[in-house]
T-cell receptor, first 113, second 112 residues
Framework: KAGVTQTPRYLIKTRGQQVTLSCSPISGHRSVSWYQQTPGQGLQFLFEYFSETQRNKGNFPGRFSGRQFSNSRSEMNVSTLELGDSALYLC????????????FGPGTRLTVL | QQQVKQSPQSLIVQKGGISIINCAYENTAFDYFPWYQQFPGKGPALLIAIRPDVSEKKEGRFTISFNKSAKQFSLHIMDSQPGDSATYFCAAEGGGYQKVTFGTGTKLQVIP
């Protein structure tokens, strides 16, 4: 089975721009979660989607949003980018909602200049 | 109350030695405690996990010890190998709005 894939792997944007990141979960997995990883804050939960519905949301501003499509693929959008948004954005999939075993993708490295 | 505190931040161990990483949590509603291993350029991968109804779980060279009353759990890597050099994250799940709360990570280096 193919693992979780994320595109693009690297991205450079400037302040004020917006960005969309994509995640394709493992085939058959319907839950997709997003995390932000930075050296200072570690791994922080952004949100979880299951069957195209947001189930859980972390403590991030409204500039961070996401969605899930009927094929379970998910996108994450960050609007009005700030320098502090520079991070590794990780996507993880699980077979079911609230699934405790998560499989992570390699991440998208976002740099905001 | 959602925090998970992890120590040490970094660890250097001789090949063949025991690596020990500790975590403490506050929210007693947490009911699942996984450990993840992350190599540079890769996403975290689930290593081993435990639920609070057991005090210890062993998988190969990796053991989780769990102390429910102290709200602490630890990862022990026996016979540490250079290939174990990675960043290790503890985590806790359940009991709230968040999917999972991660510790801040421990960078382990195993030297030959």
């Amino acid at each position: 089975k193919a693992g979780v894939t994320q595109t693009p792997r690297y991205l450079i944007k400037t302040r004020g721009q917006q960005v969309t990141l994509s995640c394709s979960p493992i085939s058959g997995h319907r839950s997709v979660s997003w995390y932000q990883q930075t050296p200072g804050q570690g791994l922080q939960f952004l949100f979880e989607y299951f069957s195209e519905t947001q189930r859980n949301k972390g403590n991030f501003p409204g500039r961070f949003s996401g969605r899930q499509f009927s094929n379970s693929r998910s996108e994450m959008n960050v609007s009005t980018l700030e320098l502090g948004d520079s991070a590794l954005y990780l996507c993880a999939s699980s077979p079911q909602a609230g699934g405790v075993e998560q499989f992570f993708g390699p991440g998208t490295r976002l740099t905001v200049l | 109350q959602q925090q998970v505190k992890q120590s040490p931040q970094s660890l250097i161990v001789q090949k063949g030695g025991i690596s020990i990483i500790n975590c403490a949590y506050e929210n007693t509603a947490f009911d699942y405690f996984p450990w993840y291993q992350q190599f540079p350029g890769k996403g975290p991968a689930l290593l081993i996990a435990i639920r609070p109804d057991v005090s210890e779980k062993k998988e190969g060279r990796f053991t989780i010890s769990f102390n429910k009353s102290a709200k602490q759990f630890s990862l022990h890597i026996m016979d540490s190998q250079p290939g174990d050099s990675a960043t290790y994250f503890c985590a806790a799940e359940g009991g709230g709005y968040q999917k999972v709360t991660f510790g801040t990570g421990t960078k382990l280096q195993v030297i030959p």
